[in-house]
């Protein structure tokens, strides 16, 4: 069983940055799991932003974040972060971070096991 933790959220004008950080608790290895970051927009589907493989060597993104987000993980703390510039409006959304028991790297959020609360991002124009 893991439990996640957002944080770091926040409201920024268009063109700002903002770091989201998600620590993991549990009985389990945080460094077994697969982890990511998937938003949802109100009205909209659940969509996938970026995942890290558990060694930290493989990322993945959603195209439209590609060069504007890093996401990272610190296996030491239990933490992955999804650092965010040059945020655009469409960008608004809550945040969320999730672990999967796997080592492929996965957009689908049914594919992984444990989520957490999430955290609201709102940029303004």
């Known amino acids: 069983q893991v439990q996640l933790v957002e944080s770091g959220g926040g409201l920024v004008q268009a063109g700002g940055s903002l770091r989201l950080s998600c620590a993991a608790s549990g009985r389990t290895s945080f460094s077994r799991y697969t982890m990511a970051w998937f938003r949802q927009a109100p009205g909209k589907e659940r969509e996938f932003v970026a995942a890290?493989?558990?060694?930290?060597?493989?990322?993945a993104y959603k195209n439209s974040v590609k060069g504007r987000f890093t996401i990272s993980r610190d296996n030491a703390k239990n933490t992955v972060y999804l650092q965010m510039n040059s945020l655009k409006p469409e960008d608004t959304a809550v945040y969320y971070c999730a672990a999967e028991a796997g080592v492929t790297l996965v957009a689908a959020p049914s594919a992984y096991d444990y989520w957490g609360q999430g955290t609201q991002v709102t940029v303004s124009s």
């Open positions: 890290i493989s558990w060694s930290g060597g493989g990322t």
